[in-house]
């Protein structure tokens, strides 16, 4: 952590963290996004874009993501909404970054 301080004067640590992604955590990161804004996950969706979401859930919600395991259990319809997204989520990520699939 390094001392610093914001413009109106106001003081603050500046805390750095790493997050180490693995293909299940931006999977889930993507999934999570576009299942809580009530959307398919997108045809057309850029690298750029799907890491700024990515580094916004991180920021938030860390690795594990805002859903714990057995969140869906109660809602068969809710889950097989939430799975069809995270097919596509994974699709996207296996393609736009095949290292992390090995």
Known sequence: MTKGEFKSGGKMYVVRIDHFVTI???TKALTEHF?????????????????KILKHRLFFHGINGE?????????FEESEK???IWDRAYEFVSSKYSWLRE
């Open 24 to 26: 299940r955590v931006f």
């Open 67 to 75: 859903y714990e395991a057995g969140y869906f259990e109660s809602s």
């Open 82 to 84: 939430f799975n069809k």
């Open 35 to 51: 299942y809580n804004k009530n959307e398919d996950f997108p045809s057309k969706l850029i690298r750029k874009e799907a890491e």
